[in-house]
């Protein structure tokens, strides 16, 4: 497989006051709710403002020290970290999994951004920076299809390795399974993707509400793309793999497919509701995996 690339940037304002809390084995969890909006183009040639809500979390004694600058709701800060895949056995039976920022570095902006009050409460960035770059392997043949409105759209599921040492200087793998959307004439441009191909993926995180077959809601941290190069394998003469990417119709959302993570779970017939700008930043923020031991430092 592929060498692993994983790191996501984000410049938007704490929506709330953030918390420090611990797991049941003392694991302290530093979480905050990292908000803002993009300002894109859409196919209509229209500005567009797609509010985020990014939830980013640091782990161990780093999550002390964050809490130790008292960051407040409003502040400005930079996030530097990467996806993390995580998957628990839910209470009520069956696996659930989800993905999440882990935050390596947080840090304060001098300046006081211009901020848009939330209906829920909150705030958020007026203008912010949300950017994610990936490589990894794709984990099954896409199949493209198109809206009703016409737009061609392809989902992919994105398999990315992380290797790294643990505290006894033993070395660790692990598969982050990342779920992405490519948009229009991005998507046409690499409907020809086998599984199995390496990829470098850039694009913007966002959120999608949606509900299952048991008439749960849920909610999903995946990747619109931007660019997409396929690399060495499964490159064909011509495919440049770059197409500029305007933000998706909302109104459309709900008829493209939502991909499966890395293959794991059963297809979801799910009526998808809207991205981060209707989803309220409570919703699905406390559904967490009970550990996260696990997770690297």
Same mark, same amino acid.
């Given at each position: ?14 929506? @709330?006051?953030?918390? +420090? #809390?611990?797991?049941?084995? &003392? !694991? ?6 990292? /908000? %803002? ?62 993905? @999440?920022?882990?935050? +390596? #570095?947080?840090?304060?902006? &001098? !300046? ?6 939330? /209906? %829920? ?62 948009? @229009? ?82 297809? @979801? ?29």
């Amino acid at each position: 497989m592929a060498r692993g690339m994983n790191h996501v940037f984000l410049i938007g304002a704490l929506a @709330r006051d953030p918390e +420090l #809390r611990y797991t049941p084995s &003392g !694991t302290a969890v530093f979480e905050a709710t990292v /908000a %803002g909006e993009d300002h894109l183009v859409g196919n209509d040639g229209r500005e567009r403002k797609l509010p985020w809500y990014h939830r980013v979390s640091i782990l161990g004694k780093p999550a002390e020290w964050q809490a130790e600058r008292n960051l407040k709701g409003g502040d400005a800060v930079l996030v530097e970290g990467s996806l993390e895949y995580s998957q628990w056995e839910a209470p009520e039976g069956g696996k659930r999994s989800m993905v @999440r920022v882990k935050a +390596l #570095r947080m840090e304060q902006l &001098g !300046t006081q951004p211009e901020l848009v009050q939330d /209906a %829920g409460g909150g705030v958020r960035m007026g203008r912010g920076m949300n950017e994610v770059v990936l490589i990894g392997n794709v984990t099954r043949d896409p199949e493209l299809r198109y809206t009703p409105a016409g737009d061609a759209v392809l989902g992919i599921g994105l398999a990315v390795n992380e290797t790294w040492n643990d505290r006894q200087g033993q070395r660790q793998e692990k598969t982050h399974w990342i779920d992405v959307t490519l948009w @229009r004439d991005l998507a046409e441009s690499m409907k020809d993707l086998k599984k199995g191909d390496p990829v470098l993926v850039q694009g913007r995180l966002v959120n999608e509400a949606w509900t299952d077959r048991d008439g749960n809601k849920r909610n999903s941290t995946k990747v619109e793309a931007t660019r997409v190069e396929a690399l060495s394998r499964g490159a064909t003469a011509g495919q440049a793999g770059y197409a500029a990417s305007p933000a998706a119709p909302r109104q459309t959302t709900s008829s493209a497919a939502r991909p499966q993570s890395g293959g794991s779970s059963p297809s @979801r017939a799910a009526t998808m509701g809207n991205r981060s700008g209707g989803l309220d930043i409570d919703q699905g923020l406390d559904d967490f995996p009970p550990e996260e031991e696990d997770l690297p430092f």
